[in-house]
T-cell receptor
Framework: NAGVMQNPRHLVRRRGQEARLRCSPM?????VYWYRQLPEEGLKFMVY????????ESGMPKERFSAEFPKEGPSILRIQQVVRGDSAAYFC??????????????FGPGTRLTVT | GESVGLHLPTLSVQEGDNSIINCAYS??????FIWYKQESGKGPQFIID?????DKRQGERVTVLLNKTVKHLSLQIAATQPGDSAVYFC??????????FGSGTKLNVKP
């Protein structure tokens, strides 16, 4: 039973380019969460999605960032016109239910984005 | 916004000793707390959780204590092993889907 998959593991982009980060949740999980982690800091919540729906995007910057979780395929975190401040590790997590009771999120290995 | 913080950024212990990692939280309405372990280059891994209506919960070699009076959470690791070396985060959860993580404590286990 594969865990949460993220790709690419490392991504280098020049300023102004677009970054696409992909997350495949654990089998059977329909809830996906994206977090950003700066060096030496904790994870910061960005967005929570269910299949085809954005449930909570309160942690996501209003501009340049978007996320989707289509009916088929992985969840995508998209960053347009990247700037150096976007350099960070981006983690995806998935859960079986809406985290009522178990509260267990399973995290992927992360994508480390470097903007040059 | 709400925040979760940690008292000690780094902790060094001798192999075999017990470790205690502390965490302060600010939202008295948080209904759930989780401790995560993050090894270098990997995503966080769930260790143990505790509901706000509990004071203590034990797992295998780990115990979480919750003091709601002072909004304090701790993780105790018994007989610390080299494999326990990692960064440990506490997270508070409220509204059932909002996670707030602390900045982490790095645990170094000396052989």
């Amino acid at each position: 039973n594969a865990g949460v998959m993220q790709n690419p593991r490392h991504l280098v982009r020049r300023r102004g380019q677009e970054a696409r980060l992909r997350c495949s949740p654990m089998k059977g999980h329909s809830h996906v969460y994206w977090y950003r982690q700066l060096p030496e800091e904790g994870l910061k919540f960005m967005v929570y999605l269910q299949k085809e729906n954005i449930i909570d995007e309160s942690g996501m910057p209003k501009e340049r960032f978007s996320a989707e979780f289509p009916k088929e395929g992985p969840s995508i975190l998209r960053i347009q016109q990247v700037v150096r401040g976007d350099s960070a590790a981006y983690f995806c997590a998935s859960s079986l239910t809406r985290l009522a009771g178990g509260y267990e999120q399973y995290f992927g290995p992360g994508t480390r984005l470097t903007v040059t | 916004g709400e925040s979760v913080g940690l008292h000690l950024p780094t902790l060094s212990v001798q192999e075999g000793d017990n470790s205690i990692i502390n965490c302060a939280y600010s939202n008295s309405a948080s209904d759930y707390f989780i401790w995560y372990k993050q090894e270098s280059g990997k995503g966080p891994q769930f260790i143990i959780d505790i509901r706000a209506n509990m004071d203590k919960r034990q797992g295998e070699r780990v115990t979480v204590l919750l003091n709601k009076t002072v909004k304090h959470l701790s993780l105790q690791i018994a007989a610390t092993q080299p494999g326990d070396s990692a960064v440990y985060f506490c997270a508070e959860i409220y509204n059932f889907n909002k996670f707030y993580f602390g900045s982490g404590t790095k645990l170094n286990v000396k052989p």
